[in-house]
Every structure is written in structure tokens, then in C-alpha cells.
């Protein structure tokens, strides 16, 4: 059966904006580039902080997979002059960009367009970051982190200020997995976007789906190089809104938080019954799945 590009994306992200038009490695990695590490950095970034995106590829020991959205068309000048500075201007050998064109960025979902920057990791174990790699992230204080990794760990680790297995996590805080690990973040369309609302409805949803087996590891130095204190839980444009703004429009802010955590706590109830009906569906259960079961009841009654 043969479908459109725009169909194929339709299905494999339900998540992203209708009309949608997808360019792939418009730049590539260098194969055999002699990485320090195995782990793909994912992530997505708007057009107009291209200069972050191309600083943090430089940060990165490993391959980084990065979606660049747009809302210019492809044939615009704006673009053009967009892809001109992108391949001129990068002068990392590991970054791969994909060029995702919308009509709107507030119209997605930003995991969705994380999801995409896992589907396109070359390698087996990747580590997703909701906003972007910060700074600290090739500080000698952090050399040693990716050495605590298990490369055979088949569930998510979340880089957090503490070691646990709770569900505590930091904010915006990245989380390491194989590329291939069946869930995937949750591709939700909400009328406010919100970077930091949505990446803790995936980790919220790891956490559920891996039945107590998923685990944090303590890398403070890593996380104090975000600067996610000064951004606000829901943004109309997805993006960093200024204090000056957050002020003015205060009242409207407050409320738009509201629904959104009540959109979010519905979704976490609506996981859980099904999860739980999955699960109940089975006339017989090992004892593994029985003690997944309890978990998840537990987990659910707890942090839903």
C-alpha cells in the first residue's frame, strides 16, 4: 500500500500537528567518529534558539539526535536562510539534525517531537533531554556518571539529584533507555503546551509501565546546569515566557495551570484503570506479574 510521508508520520506520531512535513538528516553524523560515549542525546528544540542547539551538540560526548521545528515552509526564504546558518555554522562531527515543519509550534506536542529524536538514534541506548543539554554536562564533575550506567540495564534510569527507585523526579530532568524500550513518551495534545507538564506525564508513565524496576541515579552537578527555575509550567508557545510577562498576565497563567493539571491527573486515572483491566484480563498470573500488578496499585494510589 503506498502513503504519503504526511500519512507515515500520521501513524507513527499521532502526537505531532496536522499538516506536518518532515526532513530528515538534513545534517548527519559523522560515522566512526571516535565518540566518548555510546548514548544518542535526544531532543527538540525551536528554530529561534538554533544557536543553544548547536552549542549543546558540542557539549555531548556521543551522537546527539536533534529535531529543529519550524514554522517556516520549506521553500521560504526565512528557511533557506535558517538551513544557510545550519550547515554552516555547526561544527560538530555528532550531530544529526531533522528539520520538522508546522504551521504552529504551540499546535504539538512536545513529546512527540522528542519521540522522533529516539526513533532516528543510531545507537541501542539513548538519553532523552526534554529541553536541552546543559552546560555542566562536560564538566569533569560529570565524568563519571555515564560510567555508573549499565549498559545491559533494559529500564529507565532518570539522572536526579538522588539515588532511588521513587518517583521523585527533578525537574526536566533527562532519562536514559534503550532506543528500542516499548514505551514511549506520551504524545498528548493539550490547548497549553507545557515542556515540563508533558515530560513528567512520560517519566509518570516509565515509571508505571516498568513495575518498580525503574531507578534514579544521583548527578546533582548535571542538573544544576539547568536553568529550569525561571520556566513557567504552561506557556502558549511551548517555550520560556519572561517574568515581565508571567506578571501581566498572572490571573490567566494561574488558570491555564489549573486545566492542565486537571487534563493531567485525568489522563494519569484513565493509565491506571487500563493498566489494571490489561493486567486483570488474564485468567492466571505468574508470580512476577501478580507482584507488577500490586506494584502498579500501589504506584498508582500513591502518585496518580
Known amino acids: 500500500m503506498n502513503i504519503t510521508l504526511s500519512q507515515r508520520l500520521s501513524v507513527a506520531f499521532r502526537g505531532l500537528p496536522a499538516q506536518a512535513h518532515l526532513e530528515t538528516f538534513v545534517v548527519q553524523a559523522h560515522p ?4 566518548k560515549s555510546d548514548l544518542t542525546a535526544c531532543l527538540w528544540i525551536e528554530d529561534a534558539r538554533i544557536e543553544e542547539a548547536l552549542l549543546s551538540a558540542t557539549v555531548w560526548p556521543g551522537p546527539v539526535s536533534l529535531v529543529l521545528v519550524t514554522p517556516h515552509t520549506p521553500n521560504s ?38 519521540n522522533m529524536a529516539r526513533f532516528f538514534a543510531r545507537t541501542s541506548r539513548v538519553v532523552l533531554f526534554p529541553d536541552s543539554i546543559p552546560r555542566s554536562a562536560r564538566s569533569t564533575h560529570n565524568a563519571h556518571w555515564l ?17 532511588s527507585k521513587t518517583f521523585s523526579p527533578r525537574l526536566l530532568a533527562p532519562v536514559v533507555l534503550p532506543r528500542d524500550h516499548p514505551v514511549w513518551c506520551t504524545e498528548r495534545c493539550y490547548m497549553f503546551g507545557s515542556r515540563l507538564l508533558d515530560w513528567e506525564d512520560c517519566l509518570w508513565r516509565l515509571w508505571l509501565e516498568s513495575a518498580g524496576e525503574a531507578s ?12 529550569n527555575a525561571t520556566l513557567p509550567l504552561v506557556s502558549p508557545f511551548a517555550v520560556r515566557l519572561p517574568h515581565s510577562f508571567i506578571r501581566r498576565h498572572q490571573t490567566r497563567c494561574c488558570v491555564q495551570i489549573k486545566i492542565r493539571l486537571r487534563w ?41
Open 32 to 35: 566512526g567518529s571516535g565518540y
Open 147 to 163: 560510567d555508573k550506567l549499565s549498559v545491559d540495564t533494559p529500564h529507565p534510569v532518570l539522572l536526579s539529584n538522588t539515588t
Open 77 to 114: 526564504a526565512a528557511y533557506k536562510t535558517l538551513l544557510d546558518y545550519l550547515t554552516t555554522k555547526h561544527a560538530s562531527t555528532n550531530l544529526s539534525v531533522h528539520v520538522l515543519h508546522v504551521s504552529s509550534v504551540a499546535g504539538g506536542s512536545s513529546n512527540a517531537y522528542l
Open 216 to 227: 534514579s541515579i544521583a548527578v546533582p552537578h548535571l542538573l544544576n546546569g539547568f536553568k
Open 264 to 304: 493531567s491527573a485525568k489522563y494519569r486515572s484513565e493509565a491506571c484503570a487500563f493498566t489494571l483491566k490489561r493486567s486483570q484480563a488474564f485468567e492466571s498470573l505468574s508470580k512476577t506479574e501478580k507482584r507488577h500488578m500490586q506494584w502498579r496499585k500501589k504506584f498508582c494510589r500513591e502518585v496518580s
